[in-house]
């Protein structure tokens, strides 16, 4: 590691920041020296959100406080993952630190190849100069600062037209002369619409057109196509078909509706027709203005009043309550009739269309009344000269029915091969279609599998790409013989660890062994002073042979016990072991919280 802190020093004396040559590793960084270097790596990583920073720690320990949660947010939006917040730099971890500083100086070195003029630009191609050039004057312009423009402001309305393109296919193919026009007709596409403003709009309208309609059919096909168990083109077909069917039902739903409607006006203008005819018979019977009135209004007769006097505010009240009263009488009345017109007229439309289907079912009789009147006539033309039809009828019939012998015996010939060949192709077709469902769950597992590929290269190019920054960043002024002594070093270390633990194994394997061995001889021990004990028959009747036992029994139990407890003793060194290295672990997270600087700030944050 102190290789490694050296590195990170000379990065940040690199830099600019000024450190204290006394020292030597990240462990003596204070809350000063990480403050600054941070601030001095932010500039390079992004030189614009570190103006807003103070160029050092004030004195004041809630402003301190402050301070260093500005830095910490503005480190996160640069793009740091790890924890990091004003205690990691107000009091200074040695991991956090090492970890952070490393972070900074990978990011420093990736922002400073960015910065680097272009090298070999001879060697790239056109595109990646236009995509290079294309970032810089986006870098630029998100940089510069924007001022409202004085010249007065010119508006456009963006309006899309659609755009006719060259295409292949059987279209072209099947149309004779489209591939012509195509060539020597067809405008192109920045003369299609009528306006310039108009071209970006439609061609970005065409080209969302084409890849939603392509994601639609891949989506669709994914869904629903996969599981019709049928190819695409005849997919294609049936769903046709299907839109087919569903268009004819409509036009004949519409065309059933504009019948109805038609006669429904024919009825409207028979009205019509009447009342225009009364009211032209008027005129010829020489009636006035006013009496045409009364008789299509049933208007009072208008009579002349004398002029009286000036009405009173009461009174205009009361005279337009009533108009009132009787102009929402007469709109009651009127939506009454319109209600019952309405009514009316469902009425009628249902009956029309009771007359049609009966209508249909009455035609669909007179066909068969035809049918059968044609027979019936045919039949009676040949009755004048009844023997000799019958005869002929007789003789038809027997050549009928040779005849049909002869066809069913040739068709009992050719009858069973085709049987047969229909048996095969329908064999053979439902084998295509547990072979054809094989291999579409084949092609969903395939693409489950692509897409998990997909994602491993994903990870993986990512991964290579931090591999190579991390690689980029490292010092190349070390040499082999430096890394050929660590790696010796790590090697040796491994040896002896290695050793050591062949150790600890075998003897706990020879423990072990031995805790077995006196097991084995505890239990053979037993059965035999067992046997000696019970020889003679009646020592089950000896107290003396009774005692033994007894005392027998409880040496062995005792014994047992002894294994068990030696077991546990062992089993609890281990755990000893353990919660020692846990409370060692948890002594360096205590040493590294800086106990006595965070009592110190409290004090002077209770002092504030």
């Given at each position: 590691?102190?290789?490694a802190?050296?590195?990170?020093?000379?990065?940040?004396?690199?830099?600019?920041?000024?450190?204290?040559?006394?020292?030597?590793?990240?462990?003596?960084?204070?809350?000063?020296?990480?403050?600054?270097?941070?601030?001095?790596?932010?500039?390079?990583?992004?030189?614009?959100?570190?103006?807003?920073?103070?160029e050092?720690?004030?004195?004041?320990?809630?402003?301190?406080?402050?301070?260093?949660?500005?830095?910490?947010?503005l480190?996160?939006?640069?793009?740091?993952?790890?924890?990091?917040?004003?205690?990691?730099?107000?009091?200074?971890?040695?991991?956090?630190?090492?970890?952070?500083?490393?972070?900074?100086?990978?990011?420093?070195?990736?922002?400073?190849?960015?910065n680097?003029?272009?090298?070999?630009?001879?060697?790239?191609?056109?595109?990646?100069?236009?995509?290079?050039?294309?970032?810089?004057?986006?870098?630029?312009?998100?940089?510069?600062?924007?001022?409202?423009s004085t010249?007065?402001?010119?508006?456009?309305?963006?309006?899309?037209?659609?755009?006719?393109?060259?295409?292949?296919?059987?279209?072209?193919?099947t149309?004779?002369?489209?591939?012509h026009?195509f060539?020597?007709?067809?405008?192109?596409?920045?003369?299609?619409?009528?306006k310039?403003?108009?071209?970006?709009?439609?061609?970005?309208?065409?080209?969302?057109?084409?890849?939603?309609?392509?994601?639609e059919r891949?989506?669709e096909?994914?869904?629903?196509?996969?599981?019709?168990?049928?190819?695409?083109?005849?997919?294609?077909?049936?769903?046709l078909?299907?839109?087919?069917?569903?268009?004819?039902?409509?036009?004949?739903?519409?065309?059933?509706?504009?019948?109805?409607?038609?006669?429904?006006?024919?009825?409207?203008?028979?009205?019509?027709a009447?009342?225009?005819?009364?009211?032209?018979?008027?005129?010829?019977?020489?009636?006035?203005?006013?009496?045409?009135?009364k008789?299509?209004?049933?208007?009072?007769?208008?009579?002349?009043?004398?002029?009286?006097?000036?009405?009173?505010?009461?009174?205009?009240?009361?005279?337009?309550?009533?108009?009132?009263?009787?102009?929402?009488?007469?709109?009651?009345?009127?939506?009454?009739?319109?209600?019952?017109?309405?009514?009316?007229?469902?009425?009628?439309?249902?009956?029309?269309?009771?007359?049609?289907?009966?209508?249909?079912?009455?035609e669909?009789?007179?066909?068969?009344?035809?049918?059968?009147?044609?027979?019936?006539?045919?039949?009676?033309?040949?009755?004048?000269?009844?023997?000799?039809?019958?005869?002929?009828?007789?003789?038809?019939?027997?050549?009928?029915?040779?005849?049909?012998?002869?066809?069913?015996?040739?068709?009992e010939?050719h009858?069973?091969?085709?049987?047969?060949?229909?048996?095969?192709?329908?064999?053979?077709?439902?084998?295509?279609?547990?072979e054809?469902?094989?291999?579409?769950?084949?092609?969903k597992?395939?693409?489950?599998?692509?897409k998990?590929?997909?994602?491993?290269?994903?990870?993986?190019?990512?991964?290579?790409?931090?591999?190579?920054?991390?690689?980029?960043?490292?010092?190349?002024?070390?040499?082999r013989?430096?890394?050929t002594?660590?790696?010796?070093?790590?090697?040796?270390?491994?040896?002896?660890?290695?050793?050591?633990?062949?150790?600890?194994?075998?003897?706990?394997?020879?423990l072990k062994?031995?805790?077995?061995?006196?097991s084995?001889?505890?239990?053979?021990?037993?059965?035999v002073?067992?046997?000696?004990?019970?020889?003679?028959?009646?020592?089950?009747?000896?107290?003396?042979?009774?005692?033994?036992?007894?005392?027998?029994?409880?040496?062995?139990?005792?014994f047992?016990?002894?294994?068990?407890?030696?077991?546990?003793?062992?089993?609890?060194?281990?755990?000893?072991?353990?919660?020692?290295?846990?409370?060692?672990?948890?002594?360096?997270?205590t040493?590294?919280?800086?106990?006595d600087?965070?009592?110190?700030?409290?004090s002077?944050?209770?002092?504030?």
């Amino acid at each position: 590691m102190e290789e490694a802190d050296g590195i990170i020093i000379q990065q940040i004396l690199d830099i600019g920041c000024p450190i204290d040559p006394e020292i030597k590793s990240v462990k003596q960084f204070d809350a000063d020296i990480v403050y600054r270097a941070c601030l001095y790596y932010l500039k390079i990583v992004n030189e614009a959100k570190s103006d807003s920073v103070a160029e050092s720690l004030p004195r004041g320990m809630s402003a301190r406080v402050n301070q260093c949660s500005t830095l910490a947010s503005l480190i996160k939006e640069a793009g740091y993952r790890g924890e990091i917040g004003y205690h990691q730099l107000l009091y200074p971890n040695e991991n956090d630190t090492r970890k952070l500083m490393i972070w900074f100086a990978q990011e420093a070195g990736s922002k400073g190849k960015a910065n680097l003029s272009e090298e070999a630009d001879s060697g790239k191609g056109g595109a990646a100069l236009l995509s290079d050039n294309l970032a810089k004057m986006i870098q630029l312009a998100a940089k510069a600062q924007w001022t409202p423009s004085t010249r007065p402001r010119v508006t456009y309305i963006f309006e899309t037209t659609p755009l006719k393109t060259p295409f292949r296919g059987r279209a072209v193919a099947t149309t004779p002369g489209l591939e012509h026009y195509f060539g020597k007709y067809l405008p192109a596409v920045s003369a299609q619409p009528p306006k310039k403003q108009g071209l970006p709009p439609s061609v970005f309208e065409a080209n969302m057109s084409s890849i939603a309609e392509q994601i639609e059919r891949e989506n669709e096909w994914n869904t629903k196509g996969l599981d019709s168990g049928v190819n695409p083109i005849e997919y294609k077909k049936k769903k046709l078909q299907t839109i087919s069917a569903q268009m004819a039902s409509l036009l004949k739903t519409a065309v059933v509706e504009a019948k109805a409607q038609s006669s429904a006006a024919s009825k409207s203008r028979d009205s019509l027709a009447t009342v225009l005819e009364s009211f032209e018979q008027t005129f010829q019977h020489g009636q006035g203005q006013f009496a045409r009135k009364k008789i299509y209004t049933n208007e009072e007769e208008i009579t002349l009043v004398a002029p009286q006097v000036k009405e009173t505010e009461e009174e205009k009240m009361k005279k337009q309550e009533d108009e009132i009263e009787k102009l929402q009488m007469e709109l009651s009345s009127l939506d009454q009739d319109v209600a019952r017109i309405n009514q009316e007229t469902q009425d009628y439309i249902a009956t029309i269309r009771q007359l049609e289907a009966r209508l249909l079912e009455e035609e669909a009789k007179r066909q068969v009344l035809e049918k059968e009147y044609r027979v019936k006539k045919k039949t009676f033309d040949l009755l004048p000269d009844s023997e000799k039809n019958i005869s002929e009828l007789q003789s038809m019939g027997n050549t009928a029915a040779n005849r049909l012998l002869e066809l069913s015996v040739e068709w009992e010939k050719h009858r069973g091969p085709l049987f047969e060949r229909y048996r095969s192709l329908k064999d053979d077709q439902a084998n295509k279609q547990d072979e054809t469902k094989e291999k579409l769950e084949k092609i969903k597992e395939l693409r489950a599998q692509m897409k998990s590929y997909i994602e491993d290269i994903h990870s993986k190019e990512d991964h290579y790409k931090q591999l190579v920054e991390a690689y980029s960043a490292l010092p190349k002024d070390l040499t082999r013989a430096v890394y050929t002594r660590r790696i010796l070093e790590i090697v040796k270390n491994v040896k002896k660890q290695k050793v050591d633990i062949d150790k600890i194994l075998i003897d706990t394997r020879n423990l072990k062994k031995e805790i077995n061995s006196v097991s084995d001889t505890l239990g053979r021990v037993f059965s035999v002073v067992d046997e000696l004990i019970f020889q003679d028959g009646n020592a089950k009747k000896d107290p003396t042979a009774i005692q033994a036992y007894k005392h027998l029994a409880s040496m062995d139990e005792n014994f047992k016990k002894l294994v068990k407890v030696i077991e546990d003793t062992g089993a609890t060194r281990n755990n000893i072991l353990n919660l020692e290295a846990k409370m060692e672990q948890l002594q360096l997270r205590t040493n590294s919280l800086n106990t006595d600087g965070l009592q110190k700030d409290l004090s002077e944050i209770k002092a504030e």
